[in-house]
């Protein structure tokens, strides 16, 4: 089986590519999904292909339903979500994202410095496992596939 990983969250680090690598390295089973990370892309989608508008409202409102197509379908395919939650943003998309795969019964991974534990203490109550380190989740991803811790 190849395991269907939805990796949700901030978009100004490389955690993505780094935490794909290091699952590669393992050598475990796993295909990649993630909403669309290039951020003008994400914002003016909408109003470049349907579009432009000159109230911000509808640019916002069309560029994300686009999304949500996406974001939804991919959501509702994995096998286990990781969301990460930066410390340079807020990630409302991450949050919303968090709570769709928990109405989805989706197993949940959230990462986020200990500094959020209080803000996020309903998507921590969602989750399957929450850690401080986005290094960790390879291990996690092992452990969850394989049953091994090592």
């Known amino acids: 089986m190849t395991w269907k990983v939805y990796l949700s ?21 796993v ?4 909403p669309v990370t290039d ?9 470049k292909i349907l579009g432009a508008e000159m109230n911000p409202f509808w640019h916002d409102r069309k560029g994300a339903g686009l999304n949500s197509i996406r974001t939804q379908t991919l959501l509702a395919q ?3 979500v990781v969301v990460k939650f930066g410390d340079k943003y807020r ?3 991450a949050a919303f994202e968090a709570g769709i795969a928990s109405c989805l019964g989706k ?5 986020h410095p200990d500094e959020f534990q209080h803000a996020l203490k309903e998507v921590d109550s969602a989750a399957h496992a929450v850690t401080d380190d986005c290094s960790k989740v ?13």
């Open 9 to 29: 969250g901030e978009i100004h680090t490389p955690w993505r590519e780094e935490l794909e690598n290091a699952v590669k390295a393992l050598g475990l089973p």
């Open 31 to 34: 295909t990649f999904y993630a």
């Open 39 to 47: 951020h003008a892309a994400s914002d003016d989608c909408g109003a």
């Open 78 to 80: 994995a096998d286990i």
């Open 91 to 93: 990630q409302w998309n």
């Open 107 to 111: 197993p949940l991974i959230v990462i």
């Open 138 to 150: 390879p291990r996690l991803l092992r452990y969850i596939i394989e049953g091994t811790l090592e």
